[in-house]
């Protein structure tokens, strides 16, 4: 049996679920809310919501542009987050 391959709404919906997950988690270990981050990381944040949000009213068959868009958001969302949270260096 073949696995069938992960349907492209799904991997950015898991991608999306991952950054609510990681700043949910921040917010608690640092027991503050979103408005307490750096307002360049709040408004990634909110491009990302509105990019998930018309991907998710136009799926299954969400436009290239919306697709587009949520990746240049997920990019922007992991630069401001490394600016914020240098990556740890590997030992």
């Known amino acids: 049996m073949t696995p069938r391959p992960i349907r492209e709404h799904a991997k950015l919906q898991q991608t999306f679920k991952d950054w609510e997950f990681?700043?949910?988690?921040?917010?608690k270990n640092a027991q503050t809310g979103i408005e307490q981050l750096?307002?360049?990381?709040?408004?990634?944040?909110?491009?990302?919501?509105?990019?998930w949000n018309a991907i998710?009213?136009?799926?299954p068959n969400p436009s290239p542009a919306e697709?587009?868009?949520?990746?240049?958001?997920?990019?922007r969302m992991?630069?401001?987050?490394?600016?914020?949270?240098?990556p740890k260096k590997q030992t």
């Open 38 to 51: 750096p307002s360049e990381v709040v408004q990634a944040w909110d491009d990302m919501e509105v990019a």
């Open 56 to 59: 998710k009213d136009h799926a």
């Open 67 to 75: 697709i587009a868009r949520f990746h240049a958001a997920n990019r």
């Open 22 to 27: 990681g700043l949910t988690a921040h917010c």
């Open 78 to 86: 992991q630069q401001v987050w490394n600016d914020m949270i240098p």
